[in-house]
């Protein structure tokens, strides 16, 4: 208990001297107004680029949630043989265009 008391003691002398600057801060100082412009500024700045990216970020993963609820409702058996036999045929076709569009 003692060895509690003394360390609050020497630390009151501490505090009461923080006190003290802070009560000497001038608070119609132009210059510490400016200051305190550019800080607030810099934070709001800080936070609306913050903001920004979180909803960038919802809005893309809202974007992959869609995507997957799609992808599920298709339902595509992709071991069926005329689903291969369409692809292939589709292949085919593009390959064929393909050449002979690079021939002129």
Do not use: W, Y
């Not at 200051?35 to 680029?49: C, H, T």
């Not at 599920?72 to 005329?82: G, N, Y």
């Amino acid at each position: 208990m003692k060895s509690r008391k003394e360390v609050k003691e020497h630390q009151q002398p501490a505090a009461q001297e923080a006190d003290e600057e802070i009560a000497a801060i001038d608070l119609t100082d132009p210059e510490l107004a400016d200051a305190a412009l550019k800080i607030q500024a810099g934070f709001r700045g800080a936070k609306a680029r913050k903001d920004k990216i979180k909803k960038e970020a919802d809005e893309l993963n809202q974007k992959l949630c869609n995507l997957n609820t799609e992808a599920e409702e298709l339902d595509i058996d992709l071991a069926d043989p005329e689903l291969n036999k369409a692809a292939t045929k589709i292949q085919a076709t593009f390959r064929g265009h393909k050449q002979r569009a690079g021939d002129h």
